[in-house]
């Protein structure tokens, strides 16, 4: 049985403008092929046994009388004007439903580890959200605020990741991203407190800080996975940005810890 492929019909239609394409009964016709074709509006024909084994490509124009709509018929005329970039180098008028942007015009599946990554930016920033409005509704205003500015980080981020824009570091909660990073690893040099212990009795504004710092850790492992290749990884600057973002909320559960709260470990927890 043979196999035909979007790379051979690319290959072998190159620009030329078709309506029909003939292949034999038992020839099979890769996902990609049909998508090429279908998007190229070339109609597919199983040529029926018997027939001449070669057939050129049909060039009539549409019968209107067959039932097709005007507007059907002028876009079967129109010539096929490429607009994205798959994954495999293939080019579509329309986007597949089973791709999506990873930039520009260019697709990948939503599998692909950056748009999985971009799934955990998201999630991250709802996050964020409820823990506001957790502070809102006890009146923790000042949490509320640094926690916008942690928002607006993130989604900075995120932006500077989808447009391949290098990322510059920043100054937050009025710290360098190294300070904030010094104090999350010397707690009790500015805090007077080793390691925090999570316990309920911090409250359900630390509580959700501390679910916050893991879900952060959670989007670091995932811009890993996203950016690693042999030899290293890419995007360093959106890495160091959420290893020192996990710093600064827990820089914040330390702000925020009830008067009196004392649960410590008795050793000193590593982080990277």
Not at 87 to 96: A, L, R, T, V, W
Not at 127 to 138: K, S
Not at 215 to 224: M, P, S
Request: with cysteine; charged share 30%; aromatic share 6%.
């Amino acid at each position: 049985m043979k196999a035909l492929t979007e790379r051979e019909l690319r290959e072998e239609l190159g620009w030329k403008e078709i309506k029909s394409y003939t292949i034999e009964p038992d020839t099979l016709v890769t996902p990609s092929a049909r998508q090429f074709l279908s998007d190229r509006r070339i109609e597919l024909i199983i040529k029926e046994k018997g027939e001449p084994t070669s057939r050129a490509p049909s060039e009539a124009a549409p019968n209107i009388e067959s039932g097709k709509k005007e507007e059907e018929v002028r876009q079967e005329q129109e010539p096929f004007k490429p607009r994205f970039v798959g994954p495999d180098g293939g080019m579509f008028s329309k986007k597949p439903e089973h791709l999506t942007h990873l930039h520009a015009n260019v697709l990948v599946t939503k599998g692909h580890p950056r748009i999985a990554f971009r799934g955990k930016m998201d999630s991250l920033q709802a996050g964020i959200l409820e823990v506001q409005g957790l502070a809102a509704e006890q009146d923790n205003t000042a949490l509320a605020e640094e926690l916008e500015e942690i928002l607006e980080f993130v989604r900075r981020i995120l932006t500077f990741e989808v447009t391949e824009k290098p990322l510059e570091d920043e100054n937050l909660l009025g710290f360098s991203l190294d300070e904030l990073r010094s104090m999350s690893h010397n707690p009790r040099k500015h805090f007077g407190l080793g390691h925090i212990r999570a316990h309920y009795s911090m409250g359900r504004c630390c509580i959700g800080l501390n679910r916050l710092r893991a879900q952060v850790r959670e989007v670091e492992l995932a811009a890993f996975r996203a950016f690693e290749r042999p030899g290293g990884v890419d995007r360093t600057d959106v890495i160091r940005a959420l290893n020192r973002l996990s710093s600064t909320i827990y820089v914040l559960m330390y702000r925020h810890l009830p008067e009196g709260y004392d649960r410590q470990y008795g050793v000193t927890v590593g982080k990277d």
